[in-house]
Nanobody, 117 residues
Framework: QVQLVESGGDLVQPGGSLKLSCAAS????????MYWVRQAPGKGLEWISQ????????YYADSVKGRFTSSRDNAKNTLYLQMNNLKSEDTAVYYC??????????WGKGTLVTVSS
């Protein structure tokens, strides 16, 4: 079965960096677009990034553009999100999700990122 497991969330100071990972299994990872989505406390889901199967094309929400970088290692079935210059408003649970016909059909359980001094 499809499994997505995020890791790497932590408490970090404003201006700091963090790298999230998403380990995928149960499907042909290298054939699918993948997404990063987050949910801040008390708020709705926010799409923040997506990456094509080959890892060449990436797209970002304006809120993270220039600070976050998505990448993937298809040999390791792993998706990454490098987050730099973190701000308090980046505090959220971060999820990775698998594409299905331009939507998201499977999600991980998320990893918590807290940005605070």
């Amino acid at each position: 079965q499809v499994q997505l497991v995020e890791s790497g969330g932590d408490l970090v100071q404003p201006g700091g960096s963090l790298k999230l990972s998403c380990a995928a299994s149960g499907f042909t990872f290298s054939s699918f677009w993948m997404y990063w989505v987050r949910q801040a406390p008390g708020k709705g889901l926010e799409w923040i990034s997506q990456i094509n199967p080959g890892g060449v094309s990436t797209y970002y929400a304006d809120s993270v553009k220039g600070r976050f970088t998505s990448s993937r290692d298809n040999a390791k079935n792993t998706l990454y999100l490098q987050m730099n210059n973190l701000k308090s408003e980046d505090t959220a649970v971060y999820y990775c999700a698998k594409d299905y016909r331009n939507g998201m059909d499977y999600w991980g359980k998320g990893t918590l990122v807290t940005v605070s001094s």
